[in-house]
C-alpha cells in the first residue's frame, strides 16, 4: 500500500470528509518518501474573517454554559482522541515524519491536557477579599476572553492545538486554529474529532473550532482581527 492511499484511508476512519482532502490547492507531502499525500483547500484573509465571526458568535453561547459542563465537552473530547489515538498518530508520522513512538506520544500529551483541563473546570476560583466595611466583602470573578487564535508549527502539528484549546474551552473561549501549512491533514483530522465529541456533548454551539489551512495572510487575518482576545503562536 503506498502512503497516499494509508492517509486517504486513516482519514476516513478519523472523519474526514474526501473532499477535504482531494482536489485543493495545497499539495500535502509526506518527508517519509517525499511523495504527494493529499491536495487541501485553502482559506482565503475573507473566509477567514468570516471564520472569525463565526467563532465570536460560538463564544458568546459557550461562555453562558457553566465551566463544569464545559469540562465535560473537554472529557468528551480526551474520550474521542483515546478512541482514535493509533490513527492519529500514525498520521502525525506520515505527515511530520516522527518515529512511531512520538507520533503516539503527541497524542497521549492531548488526552493528558485533556485530563488536566476537566480538573481545572471546577477550579476557576475567585479571591473573596475581606473591606474595612463591616458585613461587607469583595468577590472576584474571572471571565473568558473571547476568541482565542491558535498559530501552530509544523514540528508538534497536534499537541500545541490541544494544550491551547483544551483549556480555552474550559475557560468559555472558542478557538480558531491556523496549522502550519505543511501539516493541514492532522488539523482536519482533529477537527473531525472534535466534532465528533461535539455530536455526543449535544449543545455546544457551532463554530467553537474553526480551522484555517493557508498561507501567512490567513496568519495576518487572525493576528489583526479585533474580535480575537488572544493569540497562541508557537514558531519552529
Known amino acids: 500500500m503506498t502512503i497516499a492511499r494509508e492517509t486517504a484511508g486513516l482519514l476516513g476512519r478519523l472523519g474526514v470528509d474526501r473532499t477535504e482532502f482531494e482536489g485543493g490547492d495545497l499539495a500535502v507531502r509526506s518527508p517519509v518518501t517525499g511523495e504527494q499525500i493529499a491536495a487541501v483547500k485553502t482559506v482565503s484573509p475573507a473566509q477567514a474573517e468570516a471564520a472569525i465571526e463565526k467563532a465570536d458568535a460560538a463564544f458568546r453561547k459557550w461562555r453562558n454554559v457553566p465551566a463544569p459542563r464545559r469540562g465535560e465537552f473537554v472529557r468528551l473530547l480526551g474520550e474521542e482522541l ?54 461587607h466583602r469583595m ?24 494544550w491551547n484549546a483544551a483549556l480555552a474551552f474550559v475557560c468559555g473561549d472558542a478557538v480558531v486554529w491556523k496549522p502550519s501549512e505543511k501539516t493541514p491533514l492532522t488539523a482536519l483530522a482533529c477537527e473531525a474529532i472534535f466534532r465528533r465529541a461535539m455530536n455526543r456533548f449535544g449543545d455546544a454551539p457551532e463554530g467553537l473550532l474553526q480551522v484555517l489551512v493557508g498561507g501567512v495572510e490567513v496568519g495576518e487575518a487572525l493576528v489583526d482581527h479585533e474580535k480575537v482576545a488572544l493569540v497562541s503562536a508557537t514558531g519552529s
Not at 497521549?108 to 488536566?116: R, V
Not at 477550579?123 to 463591616?134: H, K, N, S, V, W
Open 82 to 135: 483515546r478512541t482514535h489515538k493509533d490513527d492519529l498518530g500514525r498520521l502525525v508520522t506520515i505527515e511530520v515524519g516522527k518515529i512511531a513512538s512520538e507520533g503516539l506520544g503527541e497524542v497521549q500529551e492531548m488526552i493528558d491536557i485533556c485530563d488536566f483541563a476537566v480538573g481545572l473546570s471546577r477550579q476557576l476560583y475567585g479571591l473573596t477579599i475581606a473591606t474595612e466595611r463591616p458585613g
Open 139 to 162: 468577590m472576584e470573578t474571572w471571565h473568558p476572553l473571547g476568541v482565542v487564535g491558535v498559530i501552530s508549527a509544523f514540528n508538534f502539528p497536534v499537541a500545541v492545538w490541544s
